[in-house]
């Protein structure tokens, strides 16, 4: 099976700040890679597909990248409705795995 | 729009069975692969099982393999999750989702396994 290792796994930042997320998989995965937001108490959202594909009503100040183990997901400024937990998703083979999770919060 | 319902959800035994259905409507069900995944109280996401779109494929976490069947009934345009020998670790919100790679999710259905 595929391992998603995520980092880091929590985060303090401010409004505005530029934050960045790293996952990295145990062996290549092409650009099989989706990332998802999760606000408290709601459903997961498609922010990403295939690695840099932002998902229709995403704002532009998320962006993702990288092929092969290694991808970012990138806020440019963050904005207070972007605190939350953010998950990678490797979909490259089955069995499918997420990364841990970053949890993002207000400094 | 693309709308997946989950039911199905409850408080179950250790060792009891449960099936999960997830009612899809605003696309063409049969043409798509559907997905469950689950997510455990404050815990993160879990993937659990794929069908294909005309149900000739199938695949299972390791943590279900054996005890949960994925299965789906396009002419009723709807995704099964039967869940047998459950066991406390299984107690999750489980949602459905569709391929390709989940988008969107429903709204997930609350599974308790606790004596």
């Known amino acids: 099976d595929i391992q998603m290792t995520q980092s880091p796994s929590a985060m303090s930042a401010s409004v505005g700040d530029r934050v960045t997320i790293t996952c990295r998989a145990s062996?290549?995965?092409?650009?099989?890679l989706a990332w998802f937001q999760q606000k408290p108490g709601k459903v997961p959202k498609r922010l990403i597909y295939?690695?840099?594909s932002l998902q229709s009503g995403v704002p532009s100040r998320f962006s993702g990248s990288g092929s092969g183990t290694e991808f970012t997901l990138t806020i440019s400024s963050l904005q207070p409705e972007d605190f939350a937990t953010y998950y990678c998703?490797?979909?490259?083979?089955?069995?499918?795995?997420f990364g841990q999770g970053t949890k993002v919060e207000i400094k | 729009q693309v709308q997946l319902v989950e039911s199905g959800g409850g408080v179950v035994q250790p060792g009891g069975s449960l099936r999960l259905s997830c009612a899809a409507s605003?696309?063409?069900?049969?043409?798509?692969?559907m997905h469950w995944v689950r997510q455990a109280p404050g815990k993160g996401l879990e993937w659990v099982a794929f069908?294909?779109?005309?149900?000739?494929?199938?695949y299972y976490a390791d943590s279900v393999k054996g005890r949960f069947t994925i299965s789906r009934d396009n002419s009723k345009n709807t995704l099964y999750l039967q869940m047998n020998s459950l066991r406390a670790e299984d107690t999750a919100v489980y949602y459905c989702?569709?391929?390709?790679?989940?988008?969107?999710w429903g709204q997930g259905t609350l599974v308790t396994v606790s004596s």
């Open positions: 062996q290549g995965i092409s650009n099989y």
């Open positions: 295939a690695s840099s």
């Open positions: 998703l490797q979909h490259n083979s089955y069995p499918w795995t």
């Open positions: 605003g696309f063409t069900f049969s043409s798509y692969g």
């Open positions: 069908i294909r779109y005309d149900g000739s494929n199938k």
């Open positions: 989702a569709k391929d390709p790679a989940l988008d969107p």
